[in-house]
């Protein structure tokens, strides 16, 4: 699987900001994004959930101050998968997937 590292342009426009604004404008989609962060050259697991322009760590504290970044480490995202909500316990709810950090900063592919 190809990483996603964020480049000095990506961090600029503060790539899971922006995609809590698309998630806040259709508010029937899950985003389920995969990566790492990088702690003292370790990785460590990161997941995040976008939900009606809201993110939520499963794996490490965020920031909830609109004026912060998101994460405060250097992350790395790996994958993206958005989901028609509610969630239900099965794989019909997978819209699609991709690991292009970018692809799903256009509106369209959110439908």
Do not use: C
């Amino acid at each position: 699987m190809e990483e996603t590292l964020l480049s000095p342009k990506m961090v600029d426009i503060d790539l899971l900001n922006n995609l809590e604004k698309i998630s806040s404008l259709i508010p029937n989609r899950v985003l389920k994004v995969d990566g790492y962060i990088l702690k003292e050259n370790l990785k460590e697991q990161l997941e995040i959930i976008i939900f009606k322009g809201f993110s939520s760590s499963t794996t490490h504290p965020i920031e909830i101050d609109l004026e912060k970044k998101v994460i405060e480490f250097r992350y790395i995202l790996t994958n993206f998968k958005l989901f028609k909500a509610p969630l239900k316990g099965n794989k019909d709810n997978l819209i699609r997937e991709n690991q292009n950090a970018a692809f799903f900063l256009n509106q369209q592919n959110w439908i």
